[in-house]
């Protein structure tokens, strides 16, 4: 007779769908799922300099292994010539629905991070204005399907431009997704600048981000914070929600 009872009570809860047996109502903004792009910087003075390719590359792959089933993932290259084609390592990648088939899609997408070698930059400096440009562009183009995560690996050597000044070559305006949550880390000290001109420069590309449509506050790390700061967002992003 139980059997039975339950499966009357199944029946009844399906009929009154969402009014009497609802699902437990979503927390805001976990509607969608979440697509992180990652800005990582193959420059020089990032490559050889200060030699964090490899502890960036980890990170990133670990960035991989906190994403959920039907999150998805890009990464981004800086070299001296931003905004090109081949700038982009790793297109945009949607895991599966499913937890089985995201695990294995997760586990092949960590060997492809793991697997980049920095490419040979021609020219120096750090251009990251052109780079988070297009950054944005990537998660602009998908806002409907995805929560736009940006994540940058680099010491953002560049000035920000003042006032979010638009970059020349643009087709169009550098603007992100107003709900893009900003993470940046190993912003370094530039030689011959000193501590404060880094802590004024960090400033300034938190009010360029706002200026460019950002309303959560970025989040900018120095060199000596950047380890312990990476791996708690890389935990807060794995949680299930």
């Not at 910087?41 to 990133?60: C, F, I, M």
């Not at 120096?124 to 990537?138: R, Y």
């Amino acid at each position: 007779m139980r059997p039975v009872i339950g499966i009357l009570i199944a029946i009844i809860c399906l009929a009154l769908l969402p009014s009497g047996c609802s699902k437990p109502t979503p927390k805001p903004g976990s509607g969608r799922p979440r697509l992180v792009v990652v800005l990582l910087d193959e420059t020089g003075s990032y490559v050889k300099d200060l030699n964090l390719w490899q502890p960036s590359r980890q990170l990133a792959s670990s960035l991989v292994a906190g994403l959920q089933p039907s999150d998805a993932f890009c990464l981004i290259g800086i070299d001296a010539t931003p905004y090109e084609a081949e700038d982009v390592r790793i297109p945009v990648t949607a895991l599966a629905p499913s937890t089985l088939a995201a695990a294995i899609e997760r586990r092949d997408l960590r060997t492809k991070v793991e697997g980049l070698e920095p490419r040979k930059s021609v020219g120096t400096g750090t251009p990251m204005t052109l780079a988070i440009a297009q950054a944005a562009d990537v998660l602009a183009s998908q806002q409907a399907n995805y929560r736009p995560y940006l994540v940058i690996f680099s010491d953002m050597a560049e000035d920000a431009p003042k006032d979010g000044k638009q970059p020349q070559g643009l087709h169009s305006p550098l603007a992100f997704p107003s709900d893009t949550v900003v993470r940046a880390f190993y912003v370094a000290e530039v030689p011959g600048r000193g501590r404060e001109e880094m802590i004024q420069r960090i400033t300034h590309w938190k009010e360029a981000f706002s200026i460019w449509g950002v309303t959560s506050p970025p989040a900018l790390y120095s060199m000596a914070d950047s380890e312990k700061e990476a791996r708690t967002f890389i935990r807060q992003l794995g949680l299930p929600e």
